[in-house]
């Protein structure tokens, strides 16, 4: 299994709140993904990192902000929590073929509850 | 927008028997890949199956292969000698040779009967 942590595992906040997710990986791989997962939805991509200081948005970046200052790290930052951003965030790591050529390998979740 | 649809919400199968799980997908690319995921109850994401739109050969994994046809772009998942252990979740995505993001579609859920 690739090397993925996600923290935390789960998390109860506040609407309004700043909550801030963190994924680290030990496989030393240049790209790094935040989808979120809802009911009917199947995984949509938030926000995606190719390189340090490199990242672009994906498909529901709304309210959502990244940053990566090492390559084993890629934080997703929700500056001010809303009920819409429950959910189930999964972190995604590929290789250094990049693009989606290469298998994507997934974190195992945090499970976010936004009241 | 390109989509990736799975018009099977459920599905069932008998143990040791087999079961094919469908995905047709939209796309203007000539070059991209397809893969099919399974979410346990455990929510992990694992890899089960990857095919390149290049080549014509389908992919196999052990019991688990596609059946890929480009020009009606499908790309189906056979499960052969089902095990209690197949059941979960099974999402299907395809991936642009371009592009960082993959599409997925909204998933089958299968259930193994003992």
């Known amino acids: 299994d690739a090397g993925i942590t996600q923290s935390p595992r789960h998390k109860v906040t506040e609407t309004g709140t700043p909550v801030t997710l963190r994924c680290h990986q030990t496989?030393?791989?240049?790209?790094m993904y935040w989808y979120r997962q809802d009911p009917g939805h199947g995984l949509r991509l938030i926000h995606y990192?190719?390189?340090?200081?490199?990242?672009d948005k994906g498909e529901v970046s709304d309210g959502y902000s990244v940053s990566r200052s090492k390559t084993e790290d890629f934080l997703l930052t929700l500056e001010s929590a809303t009920s819409s951003q429950t959910s189930v965030y999964f972190c995604?790591?590929?290789?250094?073929?990049?693009?989606?050529?290469?298998?994507?390998?997934f974190g195992p979740g945090t499970r976010l509850l936004v009241l | 927008a390109q989509t990736v649809t799975q018009s099977q919400p459920e599905m069932s199968v008998q143990e040791a028997e087999t079961v094919t799980l469908s995905c047709t997908y939209d796309?203007?690319?000539?070059?991209?890949?397809l893969f099919w995921y399974k979410q346990p109850p455990s929510r992990q994401m694992i890899l089960v199956i990857r095919?390149?739109?290049?080549?014509?050969q389908n992919a196999t994994e052990n019991r688990f292969s596609v059946n890929f046809q480009k020009a009606a772009k499908s790309f189906s998942l056979k499960i052969s000698d089902s095990q209690l252990g197949d059941a979960a979740m099974y999402f299907c995505?395809?991936?642009?040779?371009?592009?960082?993001?993959?599409?997925f579609g909204k998933g089958t859920k299968l259930s193994v009967i003992p």
């Open positions: 796309t203007s690319e000539s070059d991209y890949y």
């Open positions: 496989e030393n791989h240049r790209y």
């Open positions: 990192s190719y390189g340090v200081k490199d990242t």
């Open positions: 095919q390149e739109a290049y080549k014509q």
């Open positions: 995505a395809r991936g642009g040779a371009g592009s960082y993001q993959l599409t």
């Open positions: 995604a790591i590929s290789g250094d073929s990049g693009g989606t050529g290469e298998t994507q390998y």
